[in-house]
């Protein structure tokens, strides 16, 4: 293979764990000039690139806006043309609320060869780490991943009825700006108040925390936990398994109890 032919790699990144990161991404890391990626991209797997490799941040600096698809799209253009090997490094997956079709559509327009590299999403990957299965046999027959994004000023027009069946699970991603109104949609569709719900902040990673609720105390606990992005929400009934299936202690956690029992001692 050929490795400094201009191609332009949409990478999943994963959630954050650089363990979750596919044998793909990894090699695409080592061979790239270049590496575009964004803020959900992990210190522990930004830590992965090589030194000699060029690194472009693209993502949402303090106060700042994040820089506009359309300069990235020009950004990746101008790289390809220039000859390099550019991974563009997404969080979670490419192809799942990440603009990468975006991304991938200007490539195709302007000629510019590209490969698509999927990446454990955060819906996957939050809800393994949080001890939550998506699907349970009698519990859950079907699972939507759900954006609770919409623009500015506007009301979020999603399939309430379809979300509130109780035998489906929804992953809610970006759902914290828009916590109140996909909280009385669902009770309004019908969902049971008492449905067994979660949030996940900082899935995968040392800073991970899982906060359990239900449908009606999601914006109580939003509050109570200063639930921060980026999180997802999960509904239905087996977010119940969490109790049970709590396998994960994230690094910080860990260290916060060996703290504890150092001060009980
Ligand atoms: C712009 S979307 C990108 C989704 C990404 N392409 C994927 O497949 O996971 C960003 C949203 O993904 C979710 N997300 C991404 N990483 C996460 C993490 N480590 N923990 C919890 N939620 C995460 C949050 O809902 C966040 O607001």
Redesign the pocket.
């Known amino acids: 293979m050929n490795h400094k032919q201009a191609c332009v790699y949409l990478v999943?990144a994963g959630?954050?764990d650089p363990d979750l990161l596919t044998v793909k991404a990894q090699r695409l890391l080592r061979q790239a000039d270049v590496v575009v990626y964004d803020r959900?991209i992990s210190p522990a797997i930004l830590e992965l690139i090589p030194p000699g490799t060029s690194r472009i941040y693209v993502g949402k600096a303090a106060g700042r806006h994040s820089m506009p698809q359309e300069v990235i799209n020009e950004l990746l253009l101008n790289l390809a043309r220039k000859g390099h090997q550019v991974v563009r490094l997404?969080?979670?997956?490419?192809f799942?609320?990440?603009r990468g079709s975006e991304e991938a559509r200007y490539l195709a327009h302007h000629g510019i060869h590209f490969e698509v590299v999927p990446?454990i999403?955060?819906?996957a990957a939050?809800s393994a780490y949080a001890g939550i299965p998506l699907s349970h046999r009698g519990l859950a027959r079907s699972v939507r991943f759900v954006t609770g994004h919409c623009r500015a000023d506007q009301p979020l027009e999603l399939d309430w009825q379809g979300m509130a069946d109780p035998q489906t699970t929804l992953v809610i991603?970006?759902?914290l700006a828009n916590l109140a109104q996909i909280r009385q949609g669902l009770l309004d569709a019908g969902m049971a108040p008492d449905t067994p719900a979660a949030f996940?902040?900082?899935?995968?990673?040392p800073r991970q925390r899982r906060i359990l609720t239900t449908l009606a105390g999601l914006l109580r606990d939003q509050e109570n936990h200063d639930v921060q992005?980026?999180?997802?929400i999960i509904i239905g009934k087996v977010v119940d398994f969490a109790h049970e299936l709590n396998w994960f202690v994230p690094a910080d956690a860990a260290e916060e109890r060996v703290h504890d029992a150092q001060q009980v001692g």
Do not use: H, Q, R, W
Request: with cysteine; charged share 10%.
């Open positions: 999943g959630p954050g959900l997404k969080g979670g997956d490419p799942v609320f990440g990446g999403t955060s819906a939050c991603y970006m759902g996940v902040e900082n899935g995968t990673t992005a980026p999180a997802l």
